[in-house]
């Protein structure tokens, strides 16, 4: 990592460069591990609430949107393994189809937030205001989660889209394609986030 | 003996890398110019808090409004919280020594991540000047306490957006900082430098980094959720919409408790390697010390409910999370008779540094064992919310902590500067210090027990006296403080220059010059000796660093 260039001892650390991502990866999950606390205590102070506002959800865009997010983890490391075996079109190509996966999720995140607001539940929203306090904290859950998951998809396009210029100017090459895996890393921890933010909000009523 | 290698070697001030000038250091990635720029930044913040406490006093000094009113109080000591807590104490030790130090200590050249932390450096100066901005804008000062309670911080009409954003920003650095030490003590050792034989300030760095990486996440997810809720209404912690305040106390004490430990493990490191160099002897109990420092970092973050005693808690609750406060004294307490075994028998040499340590053993098991008095749910009651615990916490942050990162920079001080400060100044510094520091907030445990509440502009004519005698007290302690400061600044002008090597210390950065080269060594170090075997001291030091 160090660019100085007058002391040709240094040696690239791809272990130790991995492990930092490793860490913050693991700050991650405890930054979303506040919510899922809380989650876990309205759950239990208003289950029966939970219950009948999680049917409110959208079960089949859920369902579409985790497929695409698991197809988008995949093609991660396809673009991975390609990279390693010196296939940098395919590479390429494979980085490329994760992007526009992050983003199909994104747009269809925005149809989903939009029913809801266009029926008046949002903060604030004529709608919610006639829901009980038990639904009412539901849907507060729901768009903090699910909000605070989309922006770290739309961070995930921005690191992924600087990939995509490194291996186009070869600074990610078959030799030294760490950073790629970093940004792999990273790609997955958002999969692994959807992965449990679907059940607790869809399928669970 | 003066050393010959150091007027030879080029030292990290004038190397040149890629940018001249005030660029040089602002754009530097080299781990000593960082952890320089986190001191100055640190010292001046650390001014702005003072002189906010000044002002608290003097207000303090007689009954009614003195020099300000209630509302400028309240921001006073929200300022003065999060200013020292945020901007010094918190970043404190790790940021600015442990930058400057623990690479030279493990043999490293820097640390693994060198643009991430410089990275770490620029988002503690965009955190520091947001808080300093929020002041001017619309609301004025932020008014809630440090602790940012809701409902009142949801509801108060200062400006809270911006102080919780410079929070979060902090708490990001924190995390950087913490992240880069991790990986850079696995990684980045010298040949034979194994796990046992790194310093103890480097394993309390070590454990600090863990409690940063647990820990601060929790407080950012905290604060964004209060953004959220000022600006859209969400009702999470909003008791009319079915949200629940407490909840918001468990998140924010689940970081804020274990970040007590972020601010006095660094300390205990820096007096673990004070006490052996100025003892000439082995460090009592080495592993007792590096393994107090992990129970500490883990316990730590189980035991955040004592500050909730009076919150509401099921008795249940209340007797576990005391009893676990009492087992994380354990740690904390053989730490402390190490250091004093340490001692027994040694040959001592007493200096400043030595003399803050002295000071700090006194006043941090005062603080300490005050701790217990607070963690035990029947007195914690009676004494909750008043001066006792703005005494304690002090006591342990200001008198623990504050007194180590003097310590740590008079004794590092030759090195990283390359001068030697004048002994006797700061020995009178440190009497001051310590008196005016006992005048000041040892009056603060009696006006608490007879009942005085914290956060108040004004009191009863009964504590009259006491208040006088503390804001005396506090007069006492900003001079001890200013002609510290005088003291070193004026060394750094005229001072005599430093041996590599002025306190005859074993571990690796007495082993280079003062100041270190750039990239620390003109060798590769490899470690035979463990940090404080005196023993070994003519066969593991070279004759140039003796």
């Known amino acids: 990592m160090n660019t100085n260039s007058h002391n040709i001892a240094h040696h690239r650390d791809d272990f130790g460069s991995k492990m930092g991502m490793w860490l913050f990866l693991f700050t991650e999950l405890i930054l979303f591990g506040g919510l899922f606390i809380m989650y876990m205590v309205y759950r239990v102070e208003y289950s029966e609430q939970f219950h009948l506002a999680a049917k409110e959800l959208n079960l089949a865009l859920g369902t579409i949107n985790t497929l695409i997010l698991l197809t988008s983890s995949l093609t991660m490391v396809l673009s991975i393994v390609a990279i390693g075996r010196g296939s940098k079109k395919i590479s390429i190509l494979y980085l490329i189809a994760t992007i526009l996966l992050a983003l199909g999720f994104m747009v269809i995140k925005g149809f989903e937030w939009g029913a809801k607001f266009s029926h008046g539940i949002y903060p604030g929203g004529a709608e919610l205001a006639n829901l009980s306090n038990g639904e009412v904290i539901f849907f507060g859950m729901y768009f903090v989660m699910t909000g605070l998951h989309a922006l770290h998809v739309l961070i995930g396009v921005v690191i992924l889209s600087f990939m995509l210029v490194f291996l186009l100017r070869d600074k990610i090459n078959k030799d030294n394609y760490i950073k790629l895996e970093a940004g792999g890393l990273y790609w997955h921890l958002v999969d692994l986030i959807w992965i449990y933010l679907f059940p607790l909000f869809y399928l669970l009523h | ?546």
Request: glycine share 10%; no cysteine; net charge positive.
């Open chain 2, 1 to 546: 003996m003066s050393n010959s290698v150091s007027t030879t070697i080029k030292s990290f001030y004038e190397y040149e890398g890629k940018h001249k000038g005030i660029l040089g250091w602002i754009l530097s990635t080299d781990h000593k110019r960082i952890g320089l720029l986190y001191l100055w930044s640190m010292v001046g913040f650390f001014l702005v808090g003072v002189f906010l406490g000044f002002l608290m006093r003097l207000e303090m000094l007689s009954m009614g409004p003195t020099i300000m009113g209630p509302q400028m109080y309240n921001a006073a000591f929200t300022l003065h919280g999060i200013i020292m807590i945020f901007l010094f104490i918190v970043p404190g030790i790790p940021a600015a020594f442990g930058n400057f130090l623990l690479p030279i200590m493990i043999g490293a050249e820097d640390v693994q991540f060198p643009r991430l932390n410089l990275l770490s450096w620029w988002l503690y100066v965009t955190g520091g000047l947001f808080a300093i901005v929020s002041l001017f804008l619309s609301g004025g000062p932020i008014d809630t306490g440090w602790t940012f309670y809701v409902p009142y911080s949801i509801r108060t009409s200062t400006q809270v957006i911006l102080p919780l954003i410079a929070a979060f920003i902090l708490g990001f650095s924190s995390i950087l900082t913490g992240i880069n030490f991790i990986t850079t003590v696995h990684r980045m050792r010298a040949k034979g430098m194994t796990f046992f034989k790194l310093p103890l300030f480097v394993w309390a760095l070590y454990a600090t980094g863990w409690i940063q990486i647990i820990g601060t996440p929790v407080i950012g997810i905290t604060i964004l959720l209060v953004i959220v809720e000022r600006v859209f209404s969400v009702g999470l912690f909003d008791p009319a919409l079915g949200g629940d305040p407490i909840l918001f106390q468990h998140l924010f004490w689940i970081y804020s408790h274990p970040a007590v430990y972020i601010m006095i493990l660094p300390a205990m490191g820096v007096v673990s390697e004070i006490i052996p160099t100025f003892a000439r002897k082995h460090i009592f109990g080495y592993k007792a010390i590096a393994f107090s420092s992990l129970a500490i970092a883990f316990i730590g973050t189980l035991v955040w409910g004592h500050h909730m005693f009076t919150s509401g808690m099921s008795d249940t609750a209340r007797w576990v999370y005391s009893f676990l406060t009492y087992i994380v004294a354990l740690p904390s307490a053989i730490k402390v008779f190490n250091w004093v075994a340490t001692m027994y028998k040694g040959s001592i040499r007493m200096s400043a540094p030595f003399a803050f340590v002295m000071a700090f053993i006194v006043l941090f098991s005062i603080g300490g064992l005050t701790g217990l008095i607070l963690g035990s749910v029947a007195t914690n009651v009676h004494v909750h919310d008043t001066y006792f615990v703005v005494a304690h916490f002090h006591f342990v942050m200001f008198g623990g902590t504050g007194f180590i990162f003097f310590a740590a920079l008079h004794y590092w001080f030759p090195k990283m500067f390359g001068k030697m400060y004048n002994e006797k100044i700061a020995m009178t510094a440190v009497g001051i210090l310590t008196v005016g520091f006992l005048m000041l907030y040892f009056t603060m445990f009696i006006l608490g027990y007879e009942g005085m509440p914290r956060r108040y502009y004004d009191y009863l004519p009964q504590f009259q006296f006491l208040h006088i005698f503390a804001t005396v007290g506090s007069w006492v302690l900003i001079s001890g403080l200013l002609l510290m400061f005088w003291n070193l600044l004026y060394a750094l002008k005229k001072g005599s220059p430093a041996k590599a090597n002025p306190w005859n210390g074993m571990t690796l950065e007495w082993m280079t010059s003062s100041p270190p080269p750039f990239e620390n060594f003109n060798y590769h170090p490899e470690i035979k000796f463990g940090p404080y075997e005196y023993e070994h001291y003519d066969e593991a030091v070279k004759d140039e660093y003796k």
